[in-house]
């Protein structure tokens, strides 16, 4: 069974940073892909960042520049720096995982940006 712990969300306020992080555990093999999503109250869950194993990246388009998504493959960790936060961007927090087929969720970290 696949466990993600994410932690490192909280209350900040607008311009601030929060560094985010996922830890995987109980994978017996490779993890492809490790990402981000977010979901706001009344919104559909959305992309905030992913990265493969080859360290290729994608972004949403309004956290481009702001936001940065890393890894430590030996350790199953994803990380999410997140500058320049906006109010807009307060939700819930998800880390995901690709295993094979599979995608796993963690049980999501708040973070509030307050203006």
């Known amino acids: 069974q696949v466990h993600l712990v994410e932690s490192g969300g909280g209350l900040v306020q607008a311009g601030g940073s929060l560094r985010l992080s996922c830890a995987a555990a109980?994978?017996?093999?490779?993890?492809?892909?490790m990402g981000w999503y977010r979901q706001a109250p009344g919104k559909q869950r959305e992309l905030v960042a992913d990265?493969?194993?080859?360290?290729?990246?994608r972004y949403g388009d309004s956290v481009k520049g702001r936001f940065a998504i890393s890894r430590d493959n030996a350790e199953n960790t994803v990380y999410l720096q997140m500058s320049g936060l906006k109010p807009e961007d307060t939700a819930v927090y998800y880390c995901?995982?690709?295993?094979?087929?599979?995608?796993?969720w963690g049980q999501g970290t708040q973070v509030t940006v307050s203006s």
């Open positions: 109980g994978s017996r093999f490779s993890i492809n892909a």
């Open positions: 990265i493969n194993n080859s360290g290729t990246t």
């Open positions: 995901n995982a690709v295993i094979g087929w599979n995608i796993y």
